[in-house]
């Protein structure tokens, strides 16, 4: 029995005397390396676990961030803001094995605006790549480069026209990698493309579906 400890109290005088030893300066460092294992226990992963998914419900962090990243086209994993500090910290040996691992440098959101500033007083000032992802949204961008695709496209039974499907392997591969979707919402985003697209070109594209059922989106030639 643990000197000072009596098994006959209640549990309202254990949890006051734990709460007293918690607070003991001297106990400090054994609190805090008990503390430790106790997280790296399968019952303290769990805790944790379930504290982090109470709180991305109820602050809805990972919504807030998928708006942000829809609003804005900007993509953890292809883009990075002022300076790629990962790649720069590759041999050339690691860069040439992973090409794919370098981003698309962005400038903040402050410098673009006063880069925008500088330019309504001189306009000789270029516009900087890493200007495009806030001159529109995203869904208005794949759109012109979805119309600007659709003339392009192999004649079938007379026409032009791609299926969601093709649209989606458009969004996901042949875009500037920017504007690139991913494949968890490319089905989606697919639809937006294409029903933006046709509000923003009702004079030449018309959006049906298809016999599959599959939503089509069609160039009228004509109009070109």
């Not at 300066?25 to 109470?54: A, C, H, M, V, W």
């Not at 962005?106 to 001189?122: C, T």
């Not at 529109?136 to 192999?154: D, H, M, Q, W, Y």
């Not at 093709?166 to 294409?194: C, G, N, W």
Request: net charge negative.
């Amino acid at each position: 029995m643990i000197a000072g400890y009596n098994s006959e109290m209640s549990k309202e005088e254990k949890i006051s005397q734990l709460k007293m030893l918690i607070n003991d300066p001297e106990l400090q460092s054994f609190i805090d390396d008990y503390t430790d294992l106790f997280l790296q226990s399968e019952r303290g992963e769990t805790i944790l676990i379930n504290f982090f998914l109470k709180m991305l419900k109820s602050t809805q962090l990972l919504q807030r961030a998928e708006l942000v990243e829809s609003f804005t086209g900007l993509d953890v994993d292809q883009h990075c803001v002022g300076e790629d500090w990962e790649w720069e910290d590759m041999t050339p040996a690691e860069r040439r094995m992973y090409p794919e691992k370098k981003k698309t440098v962005i400038q903040s959101l402050q410098a673009q605006l006063q880069q925008m500033n500088n330019r309504i007083e001189d306009a000789s000032i270029p516009v900087l790549k890493e200007t495009v992802l806030i001159a529109g949204n995203e869904t208005e961008i794949r759109a012109r480069l979805l119309r600007n695709r659709l003339p392009e496209v192999e004649y079938r039974n007379g026409m032009r026209f791609m299926n969601s499907q093709e649209v989606q392997k458009f969004l996901l591969q042949e875009v500037p990698i920017e504007h690139r979707t991913k494949h968890s919402a490319a089905r989606k985003i697919a639809y937006d493309v294409m029903k933006k697209a046709h509000e923003m070109f009702p004079e030449i594209l018309q959006l049906h579906k298809n016999k599959k059922g599959l939503n089509v989106i069609k160039f009228f030639e004509n109009h070109n």
